[in-house]
Nanobody, 123 residues
Framework: VQLQASGGGLVQAGGSLRLSCAASGRTFSSYTTGWFRQAPGKEREFVAA????????YYADSVKGRFTISRDNAKNTVYLQMNSLKPEDTTVYYC?????????????????WGQGTEVTVSS
């Protein structure tokens, strides 16, 4: 499966952005998906993940209550709605997909990755 992330940009603190990750190739509904972020010189950090059907979601404590992950299997797309953005949310965001069938929060277990989309939150 190929992943294409989009939706990043510049926003003021307290604002919102919605990231999208469009998948092509094999059946998207067969993949659990997640969002990660990575700042320069740091390890890739888990942000959110969602199950095959979308009924189960998981979040990092740092974004819980502010970010929402969702998916539309008919559109082969997973979303990350980011509200109440903070300057510390500034970095590059990546979407990822796994064919293991279970929700995963560790980057090393994801097989497929999008190219990243940059989010900048100004104070």
């Amino acid at each position: 499966v190929q992943l294409q992330a989009s939706g990043g940009g510049l926003v003021q603190a307290g604002g919102s952005l919605r990231l999208s990750c469009a998948a092509s190739g094999r059946t998207f509904s067969s993949y659990t998906t997640g969002w990660f972020r990575q700042a320069p010189g740091k390890e890739r950090e888990f942000v959110a993940a969602i199950s095959l059907s979308g009924s189960n979601t998981y979040y990092a404590d740092s974004v819980k209550g502010r970010f929402t992950i969702s998916r539309d299997n008919a559109k082969n797309t997973v979303y990350l709605q980011m509200n109440s953005l903070k300057p510390e949310d500034t970095t590059v965001y990546y979407c990822a997909a796994s064919d293991l069938g279970v929700v995963i929060i560790t980057a090393r277990h994801y097989k497929y990755w999008g190219q990243g989309t940059e989010v900048t939150v100004s104070s």
